[in-house]
């Protein structure tokens, strides 16, 4: 065998099953160097580009048995819930290169109080808190406190622990879901001072001190248009985003980013795969509302399209702790969520997607059935549209949006108006 079919035939384990994850099994398939693509599960629109394993993002012992019975080179982990399982350590003891933290370094993620102390020890700018697991003692704070309050479940909750408390009645109902109810289990929660301005996400590769920036986006929370309702996973997301400026980029990675990871290194973590900051544009400069140990998921289906670099490549530089500049097109990608009417509550899933065949459809929640697709999830697709400006790429994703015609779905139509 050449050497060039060697580093050419590389076969890539991609863990995960939704829209974060198609786009990063797309992103690997336009890899010159990746021959094989696994995915487990999967989803129904990632089956068309990789082979779809059977297999729970959380079940650690198959998932490594699977990467070693098929001499896997590379395992890139998507959910926070496989890095909470331990799939990264159980990986490194096998001996397979993996793109993910260890559950160590997903703490970053999984535990806001650990985050907020960490940011604290390593004057990292965010907003002030405290911390508690009794009821009374929390609201007693909040009632101390000028509102509104921001009250974040210690621990994961799939996007939606966090209540931004404009009422007292709002607090208390919070308080009630996470600590009395245990709505996302036992934990304690994270008060925080609420701080204004703009937010908008920093995703960057981060190997050691080695810190590798992708391009900026803003996602979308609420269910609804003009940021209303419930919050979600996310109903959509753009970038590259007006309002930060190089400058302000910069700055963010100079104060936040590369400080984080300097500050895990030296606290003995050692952290390879993404870091998310979840930033906002205060008048002091940029502040981290939280972190994420992974892609966050709108964000990512919108990134990633833009990187013209060899994505394998740059997971490949990581691990190794190599300089891999990345190259990105200037063209705007915007991204509009296809959610079952219902989410985040409860909502109807098997519902008829028809062929889906319309452009720039990333697969959230789906599943094949023959030559259809059907929803299995509350987020079920994103429909991205991509243009020379915001403008245009909103118009672009709307027109595509107009075209998946399916009933049960609702969309927001005003992603990317803070910028618009």
């Keep these: 065998m050449s050497s060039e079919n060697i580093t050419r035939g590389k076969k890539v384990l991609v863990v995960g099953s939704g829209g974060r994850c198609h786009a990063i099994v797309d992103g690997l398939a336009r890899s010159p160097r990746v021959g094989k693509i696994f995915c487990a599960p999967g989803n129904g629109g990632i089956t068309e580009m990789a082979e779809c394993v059977d297999i729970s993002v959380t079940d650690v012992k198959e998932l490594v048995e699977f990467a070693s019975y098929h001499g896997v080179d590379m395992v890139v982990i998507g959910p926070e819930a496989s890095l909470e399982a331990g799939l990264a350590d159980g990986l490194i003891e096998a001996g397979i290169p993996v793109f993910g933290p260890t559950r160590a370094g997903a703490r970053i993620e999984s ?4 985050a907020k102390q960490l940011m604290m020890r390593h004057a990292i700018p965010t907003a002030g808190y405290q911390a508690f697991d009794d009821f009374d003692a929390a609201l007693a704070y909040i009632k101390s406190r000028p509102l509104p309050a921001v009250i974040k479940y210690d621990g994961l909750a799939a996007g939606k622990g966090v209540v ?8 208390e109902k919070a308080l009630g879901d996470m600590l009395l109810d245990s709505a996302f289990g036992q934990g304690r929660v994270v008060v925080e001072d609420f701080l204004e301005g703009p937010e908008f996400s920093f995703m ?8 590798y920036p992708l391009a900026i986006a803003q996602d979308h929370k609420r269910a609804f248009d003009g940021d209303k309702g419930p919050n979600t996973g996310g109903m959509g997301a753009y ?18 980013m590369q400080p984080v990871a300097d500050a895990l290194a030296e606290e003995g973590i050692p952290y390879t795969g993404v870091l998310y900051g979840g930033l ?3 008048k002091e400069g940029p502040k981290v509302i939280e972190f994420n140990a992974r892609f966050g998921d709108p964000e990512t289906e919108v990134v990633l399209p833009r990187l013209e670099s060899d994505l394998y490549t740059l997971f490949e530089s990581a691990l190794e702790q190599k300089d891999y500049p990345l190259e990105w097109s200037d063209d705007y990608c915007l991204g509009v969520v296809l959610a079952a009417e219902g989410y985040p509550e409860s909502y109807a899933k098997g519902i008829n ?14 599943r094949r059935d ?12 994103m429909v991205t549209g991509r243009g020379a400006t915001l403008a245009e790429a909103n118009a672009n ?3 595509n949006v107009a075209k998946a015609d399916a009933e049960g779905l609702f969309h927001r139509t005003d992603i990317g108006h803070h910028s618009l």
Excluded: N, Q
């Design 111 to 114: 535990s806001k109080e650990f």
């Design 164 to 171: 931004v408390a404009i009422t007292m009645e709002e607090a």
């Design 204 to 211: 960057c590769v981060v190997s050691g001190r080695k810190v």
């Design 239 to 256: 970038s590259p985003v007006p309002f930060v400026t190089p400058e302000i980029e910069h700055e963010a990675l100079e104060k936040i």
């Design 280 to 282: 906002i544009l205060t």
């Design 353 to 366: 997607l028809g062929k889906l065949d319309i452009p720039g459809v990333w697969h959230m929640g789906t």
């Design 370 to 381: 023959g030559d259809r697709y059907i929803s299995a999830g509350g987020r079920v697709i």
């Design 397 to 399: 994703a709307l027109e």
